[in-house]
């Protein structure tokens, strides 16, 4: 960690966290929510993934920041980009797919959606089985709630599925502590009207860098604590530019199971 971090930030009343790459490990139940998803929109010769594919994927989820864009990285790796051509610019890549191909963002999200939605109600079992809590997080959640702080979550992920899973771990969230993309905002968004809601300070636990720096961007958020949870979708580069930066702390897993205290040295 830097040495011109900023070590004097006050713990926290409020926590926010993401969910997936933070709390829960979805990157199997992504990948063939992706793959069914595919076969919608893309016919294909097989209907069962080529070996490999799942794992190279995994290895790109970090780019992705909203699910309507899963198919289309699926799309861009059986078009032939390699790996290097997505890490660094997948957002042209992505625009590019879109334009060609006449897709819709809003209607390759509703397709993601209804294939979770229809695997939900017909196998729940099989759906939940695919996710898995990162070690020491669900004790640590438990633990975080039944302390004097408030506890919320900020998601690019459909609150509905957040609330699935948070119950099937045994921790009770209310519907209104949990901000999914059913609230049509972004997270900086979110975070504002948490500052006008409850108590300051705010500590932001994210493992999208991108989302951090927006979050930055605005001077009224400066007093957020901003950490980058090392163990979910980000990029040996997106750690070393945490790094470098005054205002975002790197978070290892199991500093994050431990004491707030010891979060920042």
């Known amino acids: 960690m830097s040495d011109c971090k900023v070590l004097s930030l006050p713990l926290p009343q409020t ?14 139940e992504y990948f063939l929510t992706t793959w069914r998803t595919y076969r919608r929109v893309w016919s294909t010769s097989t209907s069962e993934p080529l070996p490999g594919l799942a794992d190279a994927f995994y290895r790109l989820r970090p ?3 909203t699910g309507w864009e899963m198919p289309v990285l699926l799309r861009a790796m059986l078009k032939g980009f390699s790996a290097q051509q997505v ?11 879109v334009a060609e191909e006449d897709l819709s963002s809003k209607d390759l999200g509703q397709q993601v959606d209804r294939v979770r939605d229809y695997w939900i109600a017909e196998k729940l079992d099989q759906w939940l089985a695919l996710h898995e809590f990162y070690p020491g997080v669900i004790g640590q959640l438990q633990g975080l709630l039944g302390q004097s702080l408030e506890i919320v979550i900020i998601s690019t992920k459909e609150s509905r599925f957040i609330q699935t899973l948070l119950a099937d771990a045994g921790v009770d969230l209310g519907r209104d502590r949990i901000y ?4 049509r905002r972004p997270k900086y968004e979110t975070l504002r009207l948490l500052k006008a809601q409850l108590p300051a300070p705010i500590w932001f636990v994210e493992d999208r860098l991108e989302a951090l720096e927006q979050v930055k961007q605005y001077a009224d958020l400066d007093d957020i604590g901003l950490f980058l949870g090392e163990w ?6 997106d750690r070393q530019l945490a790094a470098q930066d ?5 978070l290892k897993l199991d500093q994050f199971c431990q004491s707030l205290s010891t979060w920042i040295p």
């Open 63 to 65: 780019v992705i920041e």
């Open 180 to 183: 999914g993309k059913d609230c």
């Open 246 to 250: 005054p205002r975002i702390h790197r």
């Open 15 to 28: 926590l926010a966290f993401d969910f997936d790459g933070v709390l829960c490990n979805g990157l199997r």
């Open 232 to 237: 979910g979708y980000n990029t040996e580069r």
């Open 87 to 97: 890490l660094t610019d997948w957002q042209s890549i992505r625009d590019r797919i």
